[in-house]
């Protein structure tokens, strides 16, 4: 029997370089470079389109789902998707309309409850003050002419010409996105068929079809997942806002399904507003923090075991670049682009993994 030599490498060492090749070619690293800073700024000019084509590439595959069980019993796909689409409008429809008469309601109560506020909150106020006249007067050093004052208020008609072109800017982003939606539910296989016409190769065409497959499978688990986990939070924090005498229970639980969708930012936020709700409506110091301090309970609960849990097995994102990626892209697209950053991050992980040039950006992304 013949003995291995000890001057032979192992095979796995040979191999391991080629199975994650580094690009080497400085002009192929250039000119990748200038190309996708090329496709950033795009996505930032063109936002107002780009942004619900990304949305409603998301929905579609949040709603895959359904529109696979509609066509199984034998809907035909131009109904189906048009049922889906009238489904998730009445669905908006309905949340607005359920909320638009509580949320009016608090907002009447602000300017009394500032008062409110200012009382309850007195200690933290005054080192607040000092800072903004510290500032202030910073703002006034070599300025000519009067010192400026603060700005007052803003006035009702601003007020009202603010929510007006939020509400219009909505509108039409809701219906760009629902117009791209339903003509990816109706025929968005087309382009996969298209691209796997064109391409030379049998692997290639065997490559494409296997990512796509791939990120329909784990991005659609990935949405139904949080989706569900998020209703689940919104259900609880209705419960904790009745429990605790805030009041309101639908508001608060839509406001918390619809936040946790944004990484970071929607917990927290959500944490404020429960913080301010409690000190508006409850009377004791410690029963007003209780309303925050139960949610805190609950997102800690689903955003540190549960959710993790369900999908550890599905995506392992490097937790570093989870935190870049919602930075860049509330950056660029606002609430928006946190909301869609996490699958955004897990589509290129998908692409990278598949792809044998990119297969070292692929591990990199790996948590």
Known sequence: MTQPDDNTPAEPMAEQPSDMPLPSDPQAIFLGGIFVLAMLTAAYVARDIVLPMVFAIALKLLLQPGMDLLERIYIPKPLAALAIIFALLGAIVALGAAISGPAGAWVARLPEGVARLHERLGFLWQPVDALLQFVHRLENIGAT??????????????????????????????????????????????????????????????????????????????????????????????LVMHLTGVGDPMLWGTFAFLMNFAPIIGPALCMFVFLLAGLLNLDGFWSALAPAGFYLLIHLAEGETFTPMLLARRFTLNPVLVIVSFVFWFWMWGVPGAILSVPMLAILKIVCDRLRPFAALGHFLSG
């Open 145 to 238: 002419g009067a010192p400026r004052e603060a700005t007052g208020p803003l006035a009702a008609s601003a007020i009202l010409s603010t929510l007006f072109k939020g509400a219009q800017s909505f509108a039409d982003g809701l219906f760009t996105t629902l117009l791209f939606l339903y003509f990816l539910l109706l025929s968005g296989d087309s382009f996969l068929r298209r691209l796997v016409e064109i391409l030379p190769h049998f692997r290639a065409k065997r490559q494409a079809i296997d990512i796509s497959q791939q990120i329909e499978h784990d991005i659609s688990a990935y949405l139904v997942t949080i989706t569900a986990m998020n209703a689940i939070v919104g259900l609880a924090t209705a």
